[in-house]
């Protein structure tokens, strides 16, 4: 259920996450200091070409890398294979693709 | 002093491939006796009909693994008092694998992986050439050693979770092999190992759980030979694509 | 409990890693949900964030907090297992994995609150 090809893109995935993970638990650790609020969050991310990029390419890794867990998981908990669990792989990444997206443009663009 | 014979509560696992239940037997407690002693104390005194497998009784050959108290063990190398619980003893066929009837179990889906992982030698020779000298310390060589000692008894397939869910799954003892046979300089079909072990049932399902290496009898490491495969498919696929 | 074929710290860790990607996953959604309201409806998202002052959110977060690092960590250790030569202090990794994400999740926590 999982070949080299889908092994190597969640290994891969997961390695490039590895900084994005630590930077955003760092930012998390320095934001929640004295609660968060929309102007806070957005003064930071508004408007910055840096932190766009940071969540994009953030979001396309994380997508690819939750749509490759949960296949194993849905195949060796529930047992889906074939046609359907591909469908599933490919429909959760693309959601999560498409609301990651959605999130990204919303906290940094204008 | 009759009176004095302690007796084990023992829970027997009795049916087929359509279902069963557990059967209880009182088995006289001895000083020195193995698991696969109690099982063959019952079918010689109690219920001619149980039915399991065993052949060397001295753990060479690999028939008799069974779960006891919820783990799978080579019973014949398995001290009772080593896994007594309380005064209870639970004997079921092997995990992961179907049940022909009581505590036998059908080894074929097992073997057919060793097949399919392509843990075949692939000769580099012929008869007419000499034969190959193997330096004993050389680093392949030494890893290839590693493995050699497996029996082929199933206890690691039975205690993987990975193989439980993922019925494709080769499983630790058939990559362990192909793992071995890549470290063959006898070997002439590395990159067919390596593909053999990349398709949907192979190495990269697992999960390094580990228990396939608490569990060997043999204190193998299959874990450590499937990562030496996701290490040497990894690499195969960034430098060939494949 | 009764002993099984499972009770050994590399299947903790194995199904700390699952229950913790399993948990990503799951939230990553409502996360994303959550950050575009930014975009259409703020003051909503300003609700939310009120509402995540409350003493059993920040808990919650703790949670979250500490399955991103044990995933991370755990996640880079089995990496590690596969892609580096083979080493034999597994266990130990795996602990100091938890250990590290652990500091890291009580950091949070001490901040947050």
Redo the contacts between chains.
Sequence with gaps: MLDIRLYMLQ?LS??F??PF??I??AV??YA??G????GE??GRTQGSVTWFLFYAMF?IA?SVH?AI??RV?VHEFLGLKGFALSTLTWTICV??LF??G??V???T?L | MSDSVKLMDVAIWRGDATGGAYEHFEVPAQESQTILDVVSWIQQNQDANLTYRYACRVGMCGSCAMMV????RWTCRTHVKKVLDGNKLTVAPL?NLPVIKDLATDMDPFFDKWVEAEGVHHPSKTRDDAIELIDPKSSARVEANTGIECINCSICY??C?TVAGNTDYLGPAALQRSWTLYNDARDADKQGILDAVSGTGGCHNC?????CA??CPNDLNP??AI??L??AT?MSFLKNGR | M?????G?P??FS?AL??AS??G??VF??F???I??????Q?ER??YF?HF??NPLVKVA?FGL?FG??IH?FG??R??A???LP?SDN?KTLAAAALAVSFL?SV??FL??I
């Design positions: 290994r997961a390695l996450m590895g993970v630590l955003h638990i998390m650790i929640i200091q609660g968060l609020s929309t969050i957005l979001v994380v939750s867990g949960l998981i959601v999560l609301m990651g959605r999130a443009t919303a906290v663009m | 108290n919820g783990t799978p995990r039975a205690a979770d999960h390094s759980q580990g228990s608490v569990h874990m450590k990562a030496g996701k290490r990894a | 009764k002993k099984t074929h499972r050994h590399l299947w194995y890693h699952r990607g399993l990503l996953a990553l959604p996360h994303f949900y950050l575009s309201m930014a975009l259409t703020p998202l300003d964030l995540a002052e977060e907090v991103l690092a991370m996640g880079l089995v990496l297992m596969e892609w083979w597994q890291i950091t949070f901040k947050a």
